[in-house]
């Protein structure tokens, strides 16, 4: 099976990912904070991830990816309270909403996903756990995690403990140990509350992704731990803090970060007035065209999105179904009939070394075209080599496939052929008026 290589933040090198083959390897990627729609930089590990799991899929591995929700936070109180319903109601609102986005952006169905308030009487007895093995500790119903207890804390985010230290000054909290010490339980009055053994309260955000990945995956164990660039601290390096403390292994093989989007050159936030909601992109250009911007660039390079970048994609993007669709409608009259599943294997093994070469996706597109190159030299043969376009049109859609990208095929039926062939007819005899005509309807047809 083909070797897969990608870029882990841990060791700060590509690194060959310890996959097993004809053996199940688990992935696991932080999911959102559900207490408003996605927003583009939500979007992005969304088609970076699933990317990657259909390109291990494409090499022969079985994964499972897992994406939890996290419906227990401080900005969901104050959002169902601000919108008048429950926290339920809310989440389950923007969950239903993240759902509907992730079939807009063609994702394969996640394999798990896990919610925070499912999973509450196994955060709790992992909180337990550490407290007896002294990892954490309780303070006036509080529990937090002793972070001295953890040599190498600060290898994933590439921090040493000092820098670390004089920035969590600033917020030093009273009763912690050590600035740095992050909570794992705290005591609340207000909003959804569960008993503990510590108090009425709620766990903090860094605990519930390790929970998780303990009780799903049989080793404890991922093989990749993904998320945005802006999750490596704290939140990556608590969850590792965890997992090293818990059973002195790390919680992952490789760390896996996207790059941010930025919007026209300036990173987006709520202040600059420049926050984007993934939905309303899709309602402008469409999931497909997204998803293609995002791949566009390399996953851990930051992305910058601008009408233009749109436009090009749009562009890109109709080179490669056109001559698709003038394959298929050229193959329909051809009077044998093609069952041909055949591909070009070294043009698409080229497409699958560049992916599995830590997901160079912009060196996938550039073979993807050459592909598409080939296709097009072959429907302009004055003899049709209808096998051979056929297996172009095969490739290009495996090809597209791959990246997620909606594949195209087209059959015609007989009303469509005789349209065709009149269309034709209209304008071998000069006949632009009703040629135009007919031409607006085939196009509506989906056939030009
Ligand atoms: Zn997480």
């Known amino acids: 099976m083909k070797k897969i290589h990608l870029y882990d933040s841990c060791s700060k090198e590509i690194q060959e990912v310890p996959l097993k083959?004809?053996?199940?390897?688990?992935?696991?990627?932080?999911?959102?904070?559900?207490?408003?729609?996605?927003?583009?930089?939500?979007?992005?590990?969304?088609?970076?991830f699933d990317t990657l799991k259909r390109t291990l899929l494409a090499c022969g591995y079985e994964i499972a990816l897992i994406s939890n929700y996290t419906d227990v936070d401080d900005k969901i109180i104050l959002a169902a309270e601000k919108e008048n319903i429950t926290e339920k109601e809310l989440t389950d609102k923007y969950i239903a909403a993240y759902e509907e986005l992730k079939k807009n952006l063609n994702i394969l169905p996640v394999d798990k996903k896990p919610r925070v308030t499912e999973y509450m009487p196994k955060i709790i007895d992992f909180i337990d756990q550490l407290v007896k093995k002294e990892a954490a500790y309780i303070i006036q119903g509080d529990v937090y995690f002793r972070v001295s207890k953890i040599a190498s804390y600060g290898s994933i985010s590439n921090k040493n403990l000092e820098e670390l230290k004089v920035g969590a000054r600033i917020e030093e909290n009273e009763k912690k140990e050590n600035p740095l010490d992050f909570t794992l339980w705290k005591e609340t009055k207000q909003g959804i509350q569960w008993d503990s053994p510590w108090s009425k309260g709620r766990p903090g955000w860094h605990t519930e992704c390790v929970a998780m990945i303990y009780d799903i995956t049989p080793q404890h164990h991922v093989v990749i731990h993904g998320g945005g660039m802006d999750l490596k601290f704290p939140h990556h390096e608590n969850e590792q803090a965890q997992a090293l403390a818990y059973d002195h292994r790390p919680l992952a093989d490789l760390w896996v970060h996207n790059g941010m989007v930025n919007i026209n050159n300036e990173k987006m936030s709520k202040s600059l007035n420049n926050f984007i909601y993934a939905k309303d992109l899709i309602a402008k250009y469409g999931g497909n065209v997204l998803r293609w911007v995002f791949l566009s660039t390399h996953y851990r390079a930051p992305i910058n999105f601008t009408d233009e970048v749109f436009q090009q994609a749009i562009t890109e993007l109709n080179k490669i179904y056109m001559p698709l669709k003038q394959a298929y409608v050229k193959l329909a009259f051809v009077e044998e009939k093609l069952k041909n599943s055949k591909i070009d294997v070294d043009k698409y093994d080229a497409?699958?070394?560049?992916?599995?070469?830590?997901?160079?996706?912009?060196?996938?597109?550039?073979?993807?075209?050459?592909?598409?190159?080939?296709?097009?030299?072959?429907?302009?043969?004055?003899?049709?080599?209808?096998?051979?376009?056929?297996?172009?049109?095969?490739t290009v859609n495996q090809m597209l496939e791959v990246l997620g990208i909606v594949p195209l095929t087209i059959k015609l039926t007989e009303e469509d052929k005789t349209l065709y062939r009149q269309w034709e007819a209209y304008k071998k005899n000069k006949d632009f008026e009703n040629a135009d005509k007919l031409r607006k309807i085939l196009v509506e047809r989906g056939i030009l």
């Open 351 to 394: 497409f699958l070394d560049a992916m599995a070469d830590d997901l160079n996706t912009t060196q996938a597109i550039s073979v993807l075209f050459e592909m598409v190159k080939q296709l097009n030299v072959s429907i302009r043969q004055n003899q049709l080599d209808a096998a051979m376009v056929l297996q172009n049109c095969n």
């Open 21 to 48: 083959e004809h053996e199940k390897n688990y992935m696991y990627v932080c999911g959102p904070t559900v207490y408003n729609h996605a927003h583009i930089g939500n979007a992005r590990p969304l088609v970076v």
